[in-house]
Every structure is written in structure tokens, then in C-alpha cells.
């Protein structure tokens, strides 16, 4: 695609960036067959290849309208896009580039600026988000259905296994999976104590940043990954193996630190680091399929199996281009995977993508819950807590942490 950006971008960074990324598009529109919002939609504006011209168009000098902002606001940057091209563009940066500059031309209603404000400074603060669940839950008999079903019951912390082991990994706490879900974390900590590893935190640790930095909020974002460097580095120096991230949504944005942090001199060198120690649990523990295996083995010999449905969370399936290894410790710890159809596509989750689109959010919801059910599974797995909670909101089947479903398997707490 032939490019003239305009003088206001085209010198930055982030024109170079964008210039090299839209060069890249050659118009095929196959991102628009896998693009949740255009199936829903049916608009070109409301595709991938339709915002790659919108953006176009503002970085080379057309003013932003409210329009375009609506068409960039649908996108959940699930990066379904980014599987399906075969040419490579990297959607999902280009839309953060986007997003900024129409947000900095058009701006927001008094109302809209402020709930956006409220969901970058919340959501990432554990203790803020821990106390409005709590509070939540306690009126949550005259709360609107739709917000009451977005509140899950309280979970008892699980015990966490103490570290006695040589093989160390520490894993990000996040900021609304500790009170939405706590017994993630302390089960990904029991599974790893079966095979000699200890799974440690990080208590400086915090938000991986991804919250404020897609609400535009990217300087925010982008102090929340540095506060990360500086907890995770002074652990890797002293033996810890890897970063390890129970949540998808928080893997793809710290596999990203790299490049979110390129031009800071200060953190560059120490943010590749990071990016490169960080993988997805599943990831992990598929790597050490060899230790695990054999328990699980043991562990279902004689059991029948059952059968699940596994959503595969896009952070995983097509932000980190991970495949396969959450499915396969499944299978290996006595589950039958069900079918589920459209499976690349995402539920609506997408960050806060379900409190600011709902109702997109919940057609997405409604179609993926209806393909995790047409199996008639017992149960669901999944390997994000956004995707987690939102799932459960639309259904009476169990949904869990996939690491969950295996660390019952081997005994649990």
C-alpha cells in the first residue's frame, strides 16, 4: 500500500512504525472472512482492511470524525486479522497507533472520558477492584441483571506450596484475577510443585499495563510495564527460569514490552529481557510434558474420561500465535475435547471491550457460548480470566482456568 503520511507523524516513531506497516497491506481482504465485527456487521468499515484505510487516511492528513473513532471503537483487536494475513501486518499495532491519534483529534464526551478514566485507573489496581467486587457483591440482589451477571461468586484463596525447589518461576499476580479467580495462580503453583519447580511472586509486580494503554491511557500503560521491569529483572539475576502468565490477555501485552518500550533508552535492553523470559503457562508446562505426563498418567488410570470444551482466549490463539499445548495437557489429564465450532473467534470479552460495547459484546457472547455448548461438555476450559468471566456470565456450565481442570485431576489442594 503506497503511503504519504502527514508532517505531524510521519518523522515520529510512531509514523515510521505505522508507514512500515501499511505498506505491508495488499488490499486481499481475506482478514475480513475471520473479523468478528464484520460477520456481525457485515460493514468493510467494520473489517480490518476498512480500519487500515480509515487509519490511512488520518495519519496522511484527513481529520478524524466521530465516525471514524465509532469504527475504530468496534474493533475488539482480538488480531484474528493477524493470523489470517499472508502478508503479516501487524493490525494490532497499527490500531493502537490509530486509536491515539483520532482520540487526540476527536476526543470524548465529558461521560465517556470519564468512565474510561475510572476503567484505566480501577481495573489495574488490585485493591481498588478487589473492594468494588467486594461491595459489589454485597448489593448485588438490586444490581441490573446484566451487571450482576458479571459478578462471580467469591472463591476461597487455595494453599500455595511453599518454595523449596531449585527450578524457580515467578508468575504476574494482575490486577482482577486475584479477586475474581485467586485459585489460579495457587493451582498453577501445585501443578508446578508436583515437577520440582516452585512458582514465585513478584510483590513490587503489578498490572501488565494493557488496560490503560488500549484505553489510550499509553503513557499510564507503558509506567505500569516499567514498574514490571524493575520487579521482574532483579528475580531473573538471582536464577528465576521464566516469567510464567496464567493470563493470555497479560502475556500478549509482556511479550510486547520490547516493543512498547524500544525507544526508552533506560528500559529497552531490560524490557527484551522480560519479553523473552515471559511465556504462557501452557507453554511452559508443555515443555516439561515429560515430568507432567507421567503423573497424569497415573493419576487418571481407571477414571472415565469426561468431556470438554476448550476456548482457546485470542490473546493466546492469535496475539501470541500459541497452539495446541493447553489442549494437549487436557487430553493427557484425562479429558475428551469437544468440537467447537468458529473456534478462532472471539467471545466478546477483549479487555474492557464488554463494558464499553455491550451489545456486540453480547452477540459474540451468545455465539460462543452456543458453539462451547454444542458438544455437550461437562465442563469449559480457558486460559484467560476476561474470557473466564465473561463466559460464565452467559452460561451454567462450569468454566475454569484450564490449569484448574488439571490440577484436579492430580489431587488439587
Same mark, same amino acid.
Given at each position: 500500500m503506497e503511503t504519504h503520511l502527514a508532517d505531524f507523524i510521519k518523522d515520529t516513531p510512531e509514523g515510521k512504525e505505522a508507514d512500515e506497516i501499511l505498506r505491508r497491506c495488499v488490499h486481499c481482504g481475506f482478514c475480513t472472512a475471520t473479523c468478528p465485527t464484520y460477520q456481525l456487521l457485515g460493514d468493510e468499515l467494520d473489517g480490518p482492511r476498512g480500519r487500515i484505510y480509515l487509519i490511512k487516511q488520518v495519519l496522511?492528513?484527513? =481529520? &478524524?470524525? %466521530?465516525?471514524?473513532?465509532?469504527?475504530?471503537? /468496534?474493533?475488539?483487536?482480538?488480531?484474528?486479522?493477524?493470523?489470517? +494475513?499472508?502478508?503479516?501486518?501487524?493490525?494490532?499495532?497499527?490500531?493502537?497507533?490509530?486509536?491515539?491519534?483520532?482520540?487526540?483529534?476527536?476526543?470524548?464526551?465529558?461521560?465517556?472520558?470519564?468512565k474510561r478514566k475510572a476503567l484505566a485507573v480501577?481495573?489495574?489496581?488490585?485493591g481498588l477492584f478487589g473492594a468494588a467486587l467486594t461491595?459489589?457483591?454485597?448489593?448485588?440482589?438490586?444490581?441490573?441483571?446484566?451487571?450482576?451477571?458479571?459478578?462471580? =461468586? &467469591?472463591? %476461597?484463596?487455595?494453599?500455595?506450596?511453599?518454595? /523449596?525447589?531449585?527450578?524457580?518461576?515467578?508468575?504476574?499476580?494482575? +490486577?482482577v484475577q486475584p479477586s475474581l479467580a485467586p485459585n489460579i495462580n495457587a493451582a498453577a503453583a501445585r501443578v508446578l510443585?508436583?515437577?520440582?519447580?516452585?512458582?514465585?511472586?513478584?510483590?513490587?509486580?503489578?498490572?501488565?499495563?494493557?488496560?490503560?494503554?488500549?484505553?489510550?491511557?499509553?503513557?499510564?500503560?507503558?509506567?505500569?510495564?516499567?514498574?514490571?521491569?524493575?520487579?521482574?529483572?532483579?528475580?531473573?539475576?538471582?536464577?528465576?527460569?521464566?516469567?510464567a502468565m496464567t493470563a493470555s490477555g497479560c502475556g500478549s501485552t509482556v511479550k510486547e514490552y520490547a516493543h512498547h518500550l524500544a525507544n526508552d533508552s533506560t528500559y529497552a535492553a531490560r524490557a527484551e529481557r522480560v519479553s523473552n523470559a515471559t511465556k504462557d503457562l501452557c507453554e511452559l508446562l508443555g515443555a516439561e510434558s515429560a515430568r507432567l505426563t507421567p503423573l497424569l498418567e497415573a493419576a487418571t488410570t481407571g477414571r472415565p474420561r469426561r468431556k470438554l470444551a476448550y476456548h482457546s482466549p485470542c490473546s493466546l490463539q492469535?496475539?501470541?500465535?500459541?497452539?495446541?499445548?493447553?489442549?494437549?495437557?487436557?487430553?493427557?489429564?484425562?479429558?475428551?475435547?469437544?468440537y467447537v465450532p468458529d473456534g478462532h473467534l472471539c467471545c466478546g470479552s477483549a479487555g474492557t471491550y464488554s463494558l464499553l460495547q455491550p451489545e456486540l459484546s453480547q452477540q459474540l457472547l451468545a455465539n460462543k457460548?452456543?458453539?462451547?455448548?454444542?458438544?455437550?461438555?461437562?465442563?469449559?476450559?480457558?486460559?484467560?480470566?476476561?474470557?473466564?468471566?465473561?463466559?460464565?456470565?452467559?452460561t451454567t456450565t462450569p468454566i475454569r482456568h484450564w490449569v484448574e481442570w488439571v490440577d484436579e485431576v492430580l489431587g488439587g489442594h
Amino acid at each position: 500500500m503506497e503511503t504519504h503520511l502527514a508532517d505531524f507523524i510521519k518523522d515520529t516513531p510512531e509514523g515510521k512504525e505505522a508507514d512500515e506497516i501499511l505498506r505491508r497491506c495488499v488490499h486481499c481482504g481475506f482478514c475480513t472472512a475471520t473479523c468478528p465485527t464484520y460477520q456481525l456487521l457485515g460493514d468493510e468499515l467494520d473489517g480490518p482492511r476498512g480500519r487500515i484505510y480509515l487509519i490511512k487516511q488520518v495519519l496522511e492528513g484527513t =481529520p &478524524a470524525t %466521530a465516525k471514524t473513532q465509532l469504527h475504530l471503537d /468496534r474493533c475488539l483487536t482480538c488480531r484474528s486479522c493477524e493470523t489470517t +494475513c499472508p502478508s503479516g501486518v501487524e493490525y494490532g499495532k497499527l490500531v493502537d497507533i490509530g486509536r491515539k491519534v483520532v482520540e487526540t483529534q476527536v476526543g470524548r464526551s465529558p461521560a465517556e472520558s470519564l468512565k474510561r478514566k475510572a476503567l484505566a485507573v480501577g481495573l489495574p489496581n488490585a485493591g481498588l477492584f478487589g473492594a468494588a467486587l467486594t461491595a459489589g457483591r454485597m448489593v448485588s440482589g438490586i444490581l441490573p441483571a446484566a451487571l450482576r451477571k458479571k459478578i462471580p =461468586p &467469591a472463591q %476461597a484463596a487455595s494453599p500455595w506450596p511453599a518454595a /523449596r525447589h531449585a527450578r524457580r518461576w515467578v508468575v504476574l499476580d494482575g +490486577c482482577v484475577q486475584p479477586s475474581l479467580a485467586p485459585n489460579i495462580n495457587a493451582a498453577a503453583a501445585r501443578v508446578l510443585d508436583r515437577i520440582g519447580i516452585s512458582l514465585m511472586k513478584a510483590d513490587r509486580a503489578g498490572c501488565c499495563g494493557a488496560v490503560a494503554f488500549h484505553l489510550n491511557y499509553q503513557d499510564e500503560g507503558r509506567d505500569a510495564m516499567r514498574r514490571n521491569v524493575d520487579a521482574w529483572v532483579p528475580m531473573l539475576d538471582t536464577g528465576i527460569e521464566a516469567i510464567a502468565m496464567t493470563a493470555s490477555g497479560c502475556g500478549s501485552t509482556v511479550k510486547e514490552y520490547a516493543h512498547h518500550l524500544a525507544n526508552d533508552s533506560t528500559y529497552a535492553a531490560r524490557a527484551e529481557r522480560v519479553s523473552n523470559a515471559t511465556k504462557d503457562l501452557c507453554e511452559l508446562l508443555g515443555a516439561e510434558s515429560a515430568r507432567l505426563t507421567p503423573l497424569l498418567e497415573a493419576a487418571t488410570t481407571g477414571r472415565p474420561r469426561r468431556k470438554l470444551a476448550y476456548h482457546s482466549p485470542c490473546s493466546l490463539q492469535h496475539g501470541q500465535q500459541v497452539r495446541g499445548h493447553a489442549e494437549a495437557l487436557l487430553s493427557a489429564a484425562g479429558f475428551d475435547l469437544t468440537y467447537v465450532p468458529d473456534g478462532h473467534l472471539c467471545c466478546g470479552s477483549a479487555g474492557t471491550y464488554s463494558l464499553l460495547q455491550p451489545e456486540l459484546s453480547q452477540q459474540l457472547l451468545a455465539n460462543k457460548v452456543k458453539a462451547l455448548e454444542s458438544g455437550t461438555p461437562t465442563g469449559i476450559a480457558t486460559a484467560n480470566i476476561g474470557c473466564l468471566t465473561h463466559i460464565q456470565s452467559g452460561t451454567t456450565t462450569p468454566i475454569r482456568h484450564w490449569v484448574e481442570w488439571v490440577d484436579e485431576v492430580l489431587g488439587g489442594h
